[in-house]
């Protein structure tokens, strides 16, 4: 790649660091007709097949996007919103596919925005896994209510009360 300061076509890499997650190496260059200075990141690419079949590279900005809908009036920030999509984007590169369809992502996202807010998380399911009827609904809130144990503190206490 060019030199970003004199564009200069060559430069010489002084050092070479791995990311801490083992997804990206930095290297640090330098040009050997302006002595500047620069780094570059290199990562394995990942892109997008969209349903249309057009095929687009992975952008966090996209997946951030894509929720932001469903985080309407909900208690999510820009800044949580790019720390899912950052997750978004390990956990994809984590599987070591260097291509993804949507619904891959969309399965991706789905954990994290749970974790994030339960309710932004039915939105986006329901739209993402097109729910049709109430028992949609009703079956994903079950499942979030089972793997919930702090949910039933209200009947343990009950029951507390119930043996004295
Ligand atoms: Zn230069």
Redesign the pocket.
């Known amino acids: 790649m060019h ?1 970003p ?4 076509p060559d430069s010489r890499v002084i050092d070479s660091r791995t990311s801490d997650d083992g997804l990206s190496i930095r290297r640090r260059r330098q ?1 050997p ?4 200075r620069f780094t570059t990141i290199e990562t394995a690419s990942l892109s997008v097949i969209k349903r249309s079949g057009v095929i687009e590279p992975f952008s966090r900005e996209k997946v951030a996007s894509g929720v932001r809908k469903a985080c309407q009036g909900r208690p999510v920030t820009d800044a949580d919103l790019a720390v899912l999509a950052q997750t978004v984007e390990e956990s994809v590169r984590q599987t070591g596919a260097s291509q993804l369809d949507t619904n891959e992502i969309g399965l991706a996202i789905l954990g994290p925005l749970r974790e994030l807010d339960e309710v932004a998380y039915l939105r986006f399911a329901s739209v993402y896994q097109a729910f049709d009827s109430l028992e949609d609904f009703e079956s994903a809130i079950a499942q979030l209510r089972e793997d919930h144990p702090r949910d039933r503190r209200g009947s343990d206490a009950e029951a507390s009360v119930d043996q004295s």
């Open positions: 030199c300061f004199c564009r200069h040009c007709q302006c002595s500047g």
